[in-house]
């Protein structure tokens, strides 16, 4: 039997976390990889997390140190996707990139019981002024294409639908048996 305090916490997480759902499609929570109490309870909230990453040895780095704190703290919400941001357009960023996602170099990083970090997303979103400028805004946007320019609107709609598929995915009845098999 829960404490009343827990009951009441765990009720009003499941009672916020249906208001989040019927008034947003998406909530994205831009945050360093430090795990703040916020960040701990939007993801006792979320359909699942996004790590976003440079694609370049350093920020793979950080990213496995996350993973690897998530997991021992046993965060239950899966990882979608690994996400490259703020790629340039130089070669080691390119070359990195495909590398990866042609699987030459494997994504194991000496994680606990084998964790690995998420699949990387197709969609790659550049390092533009025109995201900055967007993300510094103080107007209210109604869709990406106000927010930002034509080309980085596309890619953040793209990746949305990528974000759709996953979730999708991790929530078919095939995904959750090869999850309970594993566990």
Known sequence: MKEGWEFLRDKRREMFSRWLKANY????????PAIAWQVR???LVADGYIVPTI???LSVRGARYLCRRLHNIKVKTRPLGLLWSMKREIQTHSEFVETIRT??????FELPDDLNLPAPFNTVIPHAV???RGQTGTEPYVSFRDKYETGPAKL???LCQEIIFRIKREKSPAS???AFAKS
């Open 25 to 32: 499609d998406f909530i994205l929570v831009d945050c360093p």
């Open 41 to 43: 309870f939007f993801l």
């Open 55 to 57: 694609p370049d040895r």
């Open 103 to 108: 699987g030459r170099e494997r994504m194991k």
């Open 130 to 132: 025109a995201i900055t």
């Open 156 to 158: 953040f709609a793209d």
């Open 176 to 178: 959750r048996e090869a």
